[in-house]
């Protein structure tokens, strides 16, 4: 089974920076990997994707120029890292990955993300 263990989140002040890190085992294959967000009282959104084949990447329009995805491959480790951060971005953060090709070549499908995705647990970024 897929293991995904998010870390790196916590309180921070608007303006602020922190970077997320996801450590993923037991996966096979990955097509799509990727950081959704959940607020309370809100669905659950995406914010980047990582396709594994060519490594591009993806952002939700609200955190383009502000968020960066990127994959160590030899930690197999999912970073985020987030700039300039304010009171919208208070969520808890999710990784995800993709094994079975739900998200199609760009990582666009909506079925990434659904039901065809991998979790792990969240960790909480607050901005204050």
């Known amino acids: 089974d897929v293991q995904l263990v998010e870390s790196g989140g916590g309180p921070v002040q608007a303006g602020g920076s922190l970077r997320l890190s996801c450590a993923a085992s037991?996966?096979?294959?990955?097509?799509?990997m990727g950081w959704f967000r959940q607020a309370p009282g809100k669905e659950r959104e995406g914010v980047a994707r990582?396709?594994?084949?060519?490594?591009?990447?993806a952002y939700a329009d609200p955190v383009k120029g502000r968020f960066t995805i990127s994959l160590d491959n030899a930690e197999n480790t999912l970073y985020l890292q987030m700039n300039s951060l304010n009171v919208e971005d208070t969520a808890m953060y999710y990784c995800?990955?993709?094994?079975?090709?739900?998200?199609?070549?760009?990582?666009?499908?909506?079925?990434?993300?659904?039901?065809?995705?991998?979790w792990g647990q969240g960790t909480q970024v607050t901005v204050s």
């Open positions: 995800a990955y993709d094994t079975q090709f739900c998200g199609g070549a760009n990582c666009a499908d909506e079925r990434f993300g659904g039901d065809c995705t991998n």
């Open positions: 990582f396709a594994a084949r060519g490594g591009r990447t």
């Open positions: 037991g996966y096979t294959v990955r097509y799509c």
